[in-house]
């Protein structure tokens, strides 16, 4: 080398080291600045990345909570019924306030298990309406609202399934406040979310309806396209399924559209129309974590076409079972290009300044070196300062050659380029502080180092505002916000943030501090934590001032409070006034406390003012402005005058709910009725001044003793009530005791002596007895006056004869004991000696006695035609009969009614009680005459012997009652002894009673249809709709098991009516399904309970209506029994029924005691002839003349005749002999379920009957 050298020329010699080294030094320049800048963007980025991540999570956060507060208010207005929601208008009005309060809803509802919904929302064109379906209703109308929440126009009617409805279902699944799915919404490109929650009644926590407030996600959209990530960077959030919930993209993130026909999809993250959103969501796919897997934090890059991509995901959940991803992805191309750009050029610029320098001689070397080794050492000096600081100090060159000059240039032009480049990462930081300085609160960068001290790198100039200390100052000393925290929340505030940095979970956290002026403050902050390269954890925090928000829960604990205690009493009414609607929304009681009806009512809170008394308004108007003011709560007593010119007192008590800037929103109060107590404190003071008088009024006696002399002294009133001659010699005391009775003067002496040694006033009753031997009641009142060493002095009292006063209450005890009408004891009278009798069972065991329970036969029939005032008398007469049969030491009561009830007491054996019971059958065998009237009415018993086994008096009431009930099945005008039987059968009873309740609530009856034939042409006409009872324990139960109980108990009438709307819509589906028989008929069973409704026609006609069945296809079979009551009542019913097109026929024809007269003006269409008659012909027999001759008197009375029962051939062809119209019967054909009714019918009307072609 050393040769090679010494050969080249001196230039080449000093050339080639210098180029080479000038190579080697441009090159180590542009490396170190690549990557000095590229480390400076990442640090820049990543805490970027943290400051959006924290303020889309607070948007977020803060966007959602709105619908819950919505829908905790709902529940609050249901729970404390403070708004009647059950009203459409109300609740319509109400739901109005709350969207107009809170704009970023899209639509808030209430749905109710009944069917009814009521919501308000918003149009396409952004038009407020209300949707409301009422109960029954399958359409929901949708009308216009005016700006006052008036309902205007009818804008359209939509079909509308509330029960299947997504948001009905979630929230009567979730059983709690909760998230539906997103669900895409036809009316913009976004989606829409829903926050429901079950309503419950109050009383007895059975479900009653569904609310919900639904957000549109759009507005999150919105505020990420905000957000500026570089120049072509992205920020959305998605679940994890990749569904997109909102993006910055800015396109629509729903599939499909309106009007195609195709069903609305979500956006999928990976089939999104932007390029970098898929290739982020295929990257994190890919990724071994994988979408699922990621919980925490999360920083990954990937490469596309070359360039680096960063990629920031945050996984956000909430209480409700959110669980989204937030994902920030952007190519790191969009900081470094320009530093890219500018060392590329460089790298030209030196290559172009080496070729000029290989020109260069040795003589150059000098002039050449100093310039370079200076440009080299500032080139060096940027990394460690220039980009660290921010401040870049211009290139320092001196006078060399062209090039050198231009290399120096280049150099420059990088390092402005890199200046550029730096400020706009300052300027995005900027761009954060401004945003940061503009929210509530204050935001802040938090870090915990390794040593536990800890630092506040940045602090926003809200800080201020919350702890009335600069940023600044906590920015140097950082236990300055240590120093304010309250010590009771200090221990756990400590603790929680550590905990956060351990797990690095999001830190929130509430507490109290006391500023320097001594405020009080409640503070709730939310920081993302992350952990640096040195250990240490930076937090990215937002910190809000939740005072006024921990103030209104107070006050809604206090007022919930006040509400509890006022749904207690039904004296309290309760209202609501919307302050910035001015409307005033009143319980019932308000209208009562008022004296005003609803319909009269104008809402608004000039309504109130007009019903205050005007002497009264001033001051209670200037109340309700201290309220408003935040002076203090609402308290304030007035009069109010009614519209009738009545005046009321009323006192009033309210509180002002404020919204998040302490603006008031509504009161809500409570006014109570004062009047009585108002007036009571009048009375007691006219009271005062009428006492005086009073004494004198009431013959009251005054009499004074003095003990120190021992001198008694009487008003002339004393001797008027003693009968005492004032002039007597006698000493007064002795003659006081001589007129008391002798039985009672040990106690009154008694009472007077313990008085005078307790230190108590007295208060007594005794029997005086006068000259002439009568007896009077006095009644002694006595005050004890003592001087100060408590020595009784003087005795001051007052006596008043009370002698009517005990004369009226004896006859109170008695008419209490007794009934008015009969004189005869009462049940009060009878369980207590009901009670004594079982006593003495249990203590002599010789003791015998019984307890007869009677009612009267066809007493009902004997009121309802005579009229009360004779069924009155007649019970005076049963109770004179009774009274006379019965010994002095029994007792004969009435219960009510023409219930009696005999005890009979010390009888040898039970064969005594029997006598007695046949002894009062026999007596009622006769007429009785009452009021010009022979009645002949006979009496059922029921009896029980008392045995020790019995307890208490109404387990013996309960089982003669029992036997009673025996008595009367068994033909009445009888007894029946009660056993052991009798009350496992009532239980049973009982049961089947229950049971039968829980059939008709969970429909576990199933219809049948038994066909109906013409009896000529055999073919079918119509069906009988009959019922089956399909008991889950006890399988099918019989109809003569549970029918005669539905009547007794009434609930036939559910029965009959579910039968009816059942058969009838049968009917109507087989002729929708076969178009040529539209003159089936189907006939339906009337029980006697139906006749009686009032509404029994238009019940009918409605049913009919709603399923779209003619009346002529309809027939109803009425037993014949039942119609012999109320007759004419009965014509006319059945002759509306038939004015309708509704057939009648008269069941179990023969079975009856119908008189001819009556069946020729009966409406009526058929005679349905007992199967008893059929099943039982025998050819010339009596069965087979009774059948001859309903027949032969239908044809007369120009009815159709129908044959109930037939079985055999035999019987069919006497029928078909006779010229019986119709007929039903086993024969011809069972009763069928309605499946296998169809399949008769899809074979053809005719029937093949068994043994005929």
Same mark, same amino acid.
């Given at each position: 080398?050393?040769?090679?050298?010494?050969?080249?020329?001196?230039?080449?010699?000093?050339?080639?080291?210098?180029?080479?080294?000038?190579?080697?030094?441009?090159?180590?320049?542009?490396?170190?600045?690549?990557?000095?800048?590229?480390?400076?963007?990442?640090?820049?980025?990543?805490?970027?990345?943290?400051?959006?991540?924290?303020?889309?999570?607070?948007?977020?956060?803060?966007?959602?909570?709105?619908?819950?507060?919505?829908?905790?208010?709902?529940?609050?207005?249901?729970?404390?019924?403070?708004?009647?929601?059950?009203?459409?208008?109300?609740?319509?009005?109400?739901?109005?306030?709350?969207?107009?309060?809170?704009?970023?809803?899209?639509?808030?509802?209430?749905?109710?298990?009944?069917?009814?919904?009521?919501?308000?929302?918003?149009?396409?064109?952004?038009?407020?309406?209300?949707?409301?379906?009422?109960?029954?209703?399958?359409?929901?109308?949708?009308?216009?609202?005016?700006?006052?929440?008036?309902?205007?126009?009818?804008?359209?009617?939509?079909?509308?399934?509330?029960?299947?409805?997504?948001?009905?279902?979630?929230?009567?699944?979730?059983?709690?406040?909760?998230?539906?799915?997103?669900?895409?919404?036809?009316?913009?490109?976004?989606?829409?979310?829903?926050?429901?929650?079950?309503?419950?009644?109050?009383?007895?926590?059975?479900?009653?309806?569904?609310?919900?407030?639904?957000?549109?996600?759009?507005?999150?959209?919105?505020?990420?396209?905000?957000?500026?990530?570089?120049?072509?960077?992205?920020?959305?959030?998605?679940?994890?399924?990749?569904?997109?919930?909102?993006?910055?993209?800015?396109?629509?993130?729903?599939?499909?559209?309106?009007?195609?026909?195709?069903?609305?999809?979500?956006?999928?993250?990976?089939?999104?129309?932007?390029?970098?959103?898929?290739?982020?969501?295929?990257?994190?796919?890919?990724?071994?974590?994988?979408?699922?897997?990621?919980?925490?934090?999360?920083?990954?890059?990937?490469?596309?076409?070359?360039?680096?991509?960063?990629?920031?995901?945050?996984?956000?959940?909430?209480?409700?079972?959110?669980?989204?991803?937030?994902?920030?992805?952007?190519?790191?191309?969009?900081?470094?290009?320009?530093?890219?750009?500018?060392?590329?050029?460089?790298?030209?610029?030196?290559?172009?300044?080496?070729?000029?320098?290989?020109?260069?001689?040795?003589?150059?070397?000098?002039?050449?070196?100093?310039?370079?080794?200076?440009?080299?050492?500032?080139?060096?000096?940027?990394?460690?300062?220039?980009?660290?600081?921010?401040?870049?100090?211009?290139?320092?060159?001196?006078?060399?050659?062209?090039?050198?000059?231009?290399?120096?240039?280049?150099?420059?032009?990088?390092?402005?380029?890199?200046?550029?480049?730096?400020?706009?990462?300052?300027?995005?930081?900027?761009?954060?502080?401004?945003?940061?300085?503009?929210?509530?609160?204050?935001?802040?960068?938090?870090?915990?180092?390794?040593?536990?001290?800890?630092?506040?790198?940045?602090?926003?100039?809200?800080?201020?505002?919350?702890?009335?200390?600069?940023?600044?100052?906590?920015?140097?000393?950082?236990?300055?916000?240590?120093?304010?925290?309250?010590?009771?929340?200090?221990?756990?505030?400590?603790?929680?943030?550590?905990?956060?940095?351990?797990?690095?979970?999001?830190?929130?956290?509430?507490?109290?501090?006391?500023?320097?002026?001594?405020?009080?403050?409640?503070?709730?902050?939310?920081?993302?934590?992350?952990?640096?390269?040195?250990?240490?954890?930076?937090?990215?925090?937002?910190?809000?001032?939740?005072?006024?928000?921990?103030?209104?829960?107070?006050?809604?604990?206090?007022?919930?409070?006040?509400?509890?205690?006022?749904?207690?009493?039904?004296?309290?009414?309760?209202?609501?006034?919307?302050?910035?609607?001015?409307?005033?929304?009143?319980?019932?009681?308000?209208?009562?406390?008022?004296?005003?009806?609803?319909?009269?009512?104008?809402?608004?809170?000039?309504?109130?003012?007009?019903?205050?008394?005007?002497?009264?308004?001033?001051?209670?108007?200037?109340?309700?402005?201290?309220?408003?003011?935040?002076?203090?709560?609402?308290?304030?007593?007035?009069?109010?005058?009614?519209?009738?010119?009545?005046?009321?007192?009323?006192?009033?008590?309210?509180?002002?709910?404020?919204?998040?800037?302490?603006?008031?929103?509504?009161?809500?109060?409570?006014?109570?009725?004062?009047?009585?107590?108002?007036?009571?404190?009048?009375?007691?003071?006219?009271?005062?001044?009428?006492?005086?008088?009073?004494?004198?009024?009431?013959?009251?006696?005054?009499?004074?003793?003095?003990?120190?002399?021992?001198?008694?002294?009487?008003?002339?009133?004393?001797?008027?009530?003693?009968?005492?001659?004032?002039?007597?010699?006698?000493?007064?005391?002795?003659?006081?005791?001589?007129?008391?009775?002798?039985?009672?003067?040990?106690?009154?002496?008694?009472?007077?002596?313990?008085?005078?040694?307790?230190?108590?006033?007295?208060?007594?009753?005794?029997?005086?007895?006068?000259?002439?031997?009568?007896?009077?009641?006095?009644?002694?009142?006595?005050?004890?006056?003592?001087?100060?060493?408590?020595?009784?002095?003087?005795?001051?009292?007052?006596?008043?004869?009370?002698?009517?006063?005990?004369?009226?209450?004896?006859?109170?005890?008695?008419?209490?004991?007794?009934?008015?009408?009969?004189?005869?004891?009462?049940?009060?009278?009878?369980?207590?000696?009901?009670?004594?009798?079982?006593?003495?069972?249990?203590?002599?065991?010789?003791?015998?006695?019984?307890?007869?329970?009677?009612?009267?036969?066809?007493?009902?029939?004997?009121?309802?035609?005579?009229?009360?005032?004779?069924?009155?008398?007649?019970?005076?007469?049963?109770?004179?009969?009774?009274?006379?049969?019965?010994?002095?030491?029994?007792?004969?009561?009435?219960?009510?009614?023409?219930?009696?009830?005999?005890?009979?007491?010390?009888?040898?054996?039970?064969?005594?009680?029997?006598?007695?019971?046949?002894?009062?059958?026999?007596?009622?065998?006769?007429?009785?005459?009452?009021?010009?009237?022979?009645?002949?009415?006979?009496?059922?018993?029921?009896?029980?012997?008392?045995?020790?086994?019995?307890?208490?008096?109404?387990?013996?009431?309960?089982?003669?009652?029992?036997?009673?009930?025996?008595?009367?099945?068994?033909?009445?005008?009888?007894?029946?002894?009660?056993?052991?039987?009798?009350?496992?059968?009532?239980?049973?009873?009982?049961?089947?009673?229950?049971?039968?309740?829980?059939?008709?609530?969970?429909?576990?009856?199933?219809?049948?249809?038994?066909?109906?034939?013409?009896?000529?042409?055999?073919?079918?006409?119509?069906?009988?709709?009959?019922?089956?009872?399909?008991?889950?324990?006890?399988?099918?139960?019989?109809?003569?098991?549970?029918?005669?109980?539905?009547?007794?108990?009434?609930?036939?009438?559910?029965?009959?009516?579910?039968?009816?709307?059942?058969?009838?819509?049968?009917?109507?589906?087989?002729?929708?399904?076969?178009?040529?028989?539209?003159?089936?008929? &189907?006939?339906?069973?009337?029980?006697?309970?139906? #006749? /009686?409704?009032?509404? %029994?026609?238009?019940?009918? =006609?409605? @049913? !009919?209506?709603?399923?779209?069945?003619?009346?002529?296809?309809?027939?109803?079979?009425?037993?014949?029994?039942?119609?012999?009551?109320?007759?004419?009542?009965?014509?006319?019913?059945?002759?509306?029924?038939?004015?309708?097109?509704?057939?009648?026929?008269?069941?179990?024809?023969?079975?009856?005691?119908?008189?001819?007269?009556?069946?020729?003006?009966?409406?009526?269409?058929?005679?349905?002839?007992?199967?008893?008659?059929?099943?039982?012909?025998?050819?010339?027999?009596?069965?087979?003349?009774?059948?001859?001759?309903?027949?032969?008197?239908?044809?007369?009375?120009?009815?159709?005749?129908?044959?109930?029962?037939?079985?055999?051939?035999?019987?069919?062809?006497?029928?078909?002999? &006779?010229?019986?119209?119709?007929?039903?019967?086993? #024969? /011809?054909?069972?009763? %069928?379920?309605?499946?296998? =009714?169809? @399949? !008769?019918?899809?074979?053809?009307?005719?029937?093949?009957?068994?043994?005929?072609?």
């Amino acid at each position: 080398m050393h040769r090679l050298l010494s050969r080249l020329p001196l230039k080449l010699v000093l050339i080639v080291p210098f180029v080479a080294q000038m190579s080697v030094a441009i090159g180590l320049v542009a490396w170190l600045s690549v990557r000095n800048s590229r480390q400076t963007v990442d640090a820049v980025a990543d805490e970027l990345w943290a400051e959006i991540t924290a303020l889309t999570e607070l948007h977020v956060a803060e966007y959602l909570q709105i619908p819950q507060d919505v829908i905790a208010d709902t529940l609050a207005h249901h729970s404390f019924n403070l708004t009647n929601l059950r009203d459409p208008e109300t609740l319509t009005r109400y739901l109005w306030s709350e969207i107009r309060q809170h704009d970023e809803l899209f639509i808030t509802a209430v749905g109710y298990e009944t069917g009814a919904v009521v919501g308000v929302g918003f149009e396409t064109d952004g038009q407020l309406v209300a949707r409301i379906m009422e109960p029954g209703q399958t359409q929901l109308q949708t009308y216009a609202l005016s700006d006052q929440g008036d309902r205007g126009a009818l804008l359209h009617a939509d079909d509308f399934d509330l029960k299947n409805r997504p948001w009905y279902r979630d929230a009567v699944t979730a059983g709690q406040l909760t998230w539906t799915e997103i669900y895409p919404n036809y009316d913009d490109p976004y989606n829409l979310i829903s926050a429901v929650s079950p309503l419950y009644d109050p009383a007895t926590q059975q479900l009653v309806g569904v609310t919900n407030a639904t957000l549109s996600l759009g507005q999150i959209s919105e505020f990420l396209a905000t957000l500026e990530i570089g120049k072509t960077g992205q920020i959305f959030i998605m679940e994890r399924n990749g569904d997109l919930v909102a993006s910055s993209s800015g396109e629509a993130l729903r599939l499909g559209a309106e009007g195609t026909g195709a069903l609305l999809e979500r956006l999928n993250a990976a089939d999104s129309r932007n390029d970098l959103i898929r290739q982020t969501v295929a990257h994190l796919r890919a990724d071994t974590i994988g979408l699922s897997q990621l919980r925490q934090v999360t920083q990954t890059e990937f490469w596309l076409e070359g360039d680096r991509h960063i990629v920031h995901v945050t996984p956000y959940r909430d209480d409700l079972g959110l669980d989204w991803l937030i994902v920030i992805t952007v190519p790191a191309s969009d900081f470094m290009a320009p530093l890219y750009d500018n060392t590329r050029n460089t790298l030209l610029l030196c290559l172009a300044a080496l070729a000029v320098m290989t020109g260069s001689g040795i003589m150059t070397a000098r002039w050449i070196a100093d310039p370079l080794l200076q440009l080299n050492q500032t080139v060096k000096n940027l990394p460690s300062q220039s980009l660290a600081s921010g401040e870049f100090a211009p290139v320092d060159t001196t006078q060399g050659a062209r090039e050198i000059n231009e290399l120096s240039d280049s150099v420059q032009s990088m390092v402005e380029q890199i200046q550029i480049a730096w400020r706009a990462l300052q300027a995005s930081e900027s761009n954060f502080r401004n945003v940061a300085a503009n929210i509530p609160g204050a935001v802040f960068r938090y870090v915990l180092w390794p040593d536990g001290t800890d630092t506040v790198l940045y602090m926003s100039p809200g800080c201020y505002q919350l702890w009335e200390v600069d940023a600044t100052t906590v920015q140097e000393d950082a236990s300055v916000l240590w120093g304010m925290v309250d010590p009771e929340d200090f221990p756990a505030m400590q603790a929680s943030v550590l905990a956060s940095a351990e797990t690095l979970s999001i830190w929130n956290f509430k507490w109290r501090i006391t500023t320097p002026s001594g405020t009080r403050k409640w503070l709730e902050a939310w920081g993302r934590p992350t952990r640096q390269a040195d250990d240490s954890t930076l937090w990215h925090t937002v910190i809000l001032d939740i005072s006024d928000r921990k103030q209104a829960e107070a006050q809604l604990q206090e007022l919930s409070t006040r509400l509890e205690l006022a749904v207690r009493s039904a004296e309290i009414g309760i209202w609501e006034w919307n302050v910035v609607s001015d409307r005033l929304i009143w319980d019932d009681r308000m209208y009562e406390l008022y004296g005003i009806s609803a319909q009269s009512f104008g809402r608004a809170f000039e309504a109130w003012q007009q019903g205050v008394h005007p002497d009264d308004l001033p001051a209670s108007q200037a109340a309700v402005e201290r309220a408003i003011a935040g002076e203090q709560d609402f308290d304030a007593e007035f009069r109010v005058v009614w519209p009738d010119g009545t005046i009321r007192h009323i006192e009033a008590h309210a509180v002002v709910i404020r919204d998040a800037t302490g603006q008031p929103l509504r009161m809500i109060g409570a006014n109570f009725d004062i009047t009585e107590r108002k007036e009571a404190a009048q009375k007691l003071q006219d009271l005062t001044n009428r006492l005086g008088l009073a004494v004198q009024a009431a013959d009251m006696g005054i009499w004074e003793w003095d003990l120190a002399s021992d001198r008694l002294i009487w008003d002339d009133q004393m001797f008027e009530l003693y009968q005492i001659d004032p002039q007597m010699p006698e000493v007064m005391e002795q003659a006081w005791q001589a007129t008391v009775h002798p039985d009672d003067l040990p106690h009154v002496l008694s009472i007077e002596q313990l008085a005078l040694a307790d230190d108590d006033d007295y208060t007594t009753e005794f029997r005086i007895i006068w000259p002439d031997g009568s007896i009077r009641f006095i009644a002694a009142y006595a005050i004890i006056q003592r001087d100060e060493r408590g020595q009784p002095q003087r005795v001051v009292g007052a006596n008043l004869d009370i002698s009517d006063r005990k004369l009226a209450e004896e006859e109170l005890i008695y008419r209490a004991l007794h009934d008015a009408l009969t004189d005869l004891p009462n049940r009060t009278l009878l369980m207590d000696r009901l009670e004594l009798a079982i006593q003495r069972s249990h203590q002599f065991a010789d003791y015998g006695f019984a307890v007869l329970f009677l009612d009267l036969d066809q007493f009902k029939v004997i009121n309802d035609s005579l009229g009360h005032l004779v069924g009155d008398q007649l019970l005076v007469k049963v109770a004179h009969k009774l009274s006379t049969l019965i010994r002095p030491a029994d007792l004969a009561a009435r219960l009510g009614g023409d219930e009696f009830v005999i005890l009979l007491e010390d009888l040898p054996d039970v064969q005594a009680a029997i006598l007695m019971a046949e002894r009062i059958l026999a007596a009622f065998q006769g007429a009785m005459s009452v009021d010009d009237h022979d009645v002949f009415v006979t009496t059922s018993i029921g009896l029980v012997w008392g045995s020790p086994a019995y307890t208490v008096a109404s387990d013996l009431l309960r089982d003669a009652d029992i036997a009673l009930y025996r008595a009367k099945a068994n033909g009445r005008r009888t007894y029946e002894m009660f056993d052991a039987e009798m009350h496992v059968l009532a239980v049973k009873r009982m049961t089947l009673e229950h049971d039968l309740r829980v059939a008709i609530a969970q429909q576990q009856f199933i219809p049948y249809y038994q066909p109906i034939i013409d009896l000529k042409t055999q073919r079918l006409i119509g069906f009988e709709a009959l019922i089956r009872w399909q008991h889950p324990t006890q399988g099918l139960v019989p109809p003569g098991d549970f029918i005669p109980i539905a009547e007794e108990t009434g609930l036939i009438l559910a029965i009959s009516q579910g039968v009816l709307k059942a058969a009838c819509q049968q009917l109507a589906t087989w002729q929708q399904q076969f178009t040529e028989m539209g003159d089936l008929r &189907m006939s339906v069973n009337l029980s006697g309970k139906d #006749l /009686l409704q009032n509404n %029994l026609v238009e019940l009918i =006609a409605d @049913t !009919l209506a709603q399923v779209n069945l003619a009346p002529t296809n309809l027939t109803l079979e009425v037993t014949e029994s039942l119609l012999i009551d109320h007759v004419d009542a009965n014509i006319r019913l059945l002759q509306r029924l038939q004015d309708l097109g509704i057939r009648i026929s008269i069941d179990d024809f023969g079975t009856g005691y119908s008189s001819l007269s009556y069946l020729y003006s009966l409406p009526a269409n058929y005679l349905k002839i007992d199967q008893s008659f059929v099943g039982k012909m025998r050819l010339g027999g009596k069965n087979y003349k009774i059948v001859q001759a309903v027949v032969k008197l239908s044809d007369q009375l120009g009815l159709a005749a129908i044959a109930e029962g037939i079985e055999t051939t035999q019987q069919l062809d006497w029928l078909q002999a &006779m010229g019986c119209e119709f007929g039903q019967g086993y #024969l /011809l054909a069972h009763p %069928l379920s309605p499946e296998a =009714a169809t @399949t !008769l019918l899809a074979a053809g009307r005719r029937l093949a009957i068994e043994g005929r072609s």
